[in-house]
């Protein structure tokens, strides 16, 4: 089963990104990341650190607009 990580997006404030300090995934398994707009549109980019040598991220550009 996947892990998930939910990524909190102008939540407390404009451009605020609320997500765990840390996140740990068992070798093999899936991580989810789920983000959560709750205001303006906002650029982020993910970077996967201390991944195996082996890893894919799955990168699509959305436009999260604002309510």
Do not use: W
């Not at 407390?12 to 300090?21: E, K, L, M, T």
């Amino acid at each position: 089963m996947a892990e998930i990580c939910e990524i909190h997006l102008n939540r407390r404030q404009i451009n605020a990104v609320d997500a765990p300090p840390k996140t740990i995934v068992e070798p093999g398994t899936d991580l989810v990341v789920r983000f959560v707009n709750h205001g303006s549109s906002i650029h982020l980019t993910l970077k996967a650190i201390n991944a195996s040598p082996v890893h894919r991220i799955l990168s699509r550009k959305y436009l999260c607009s604002g309510y």
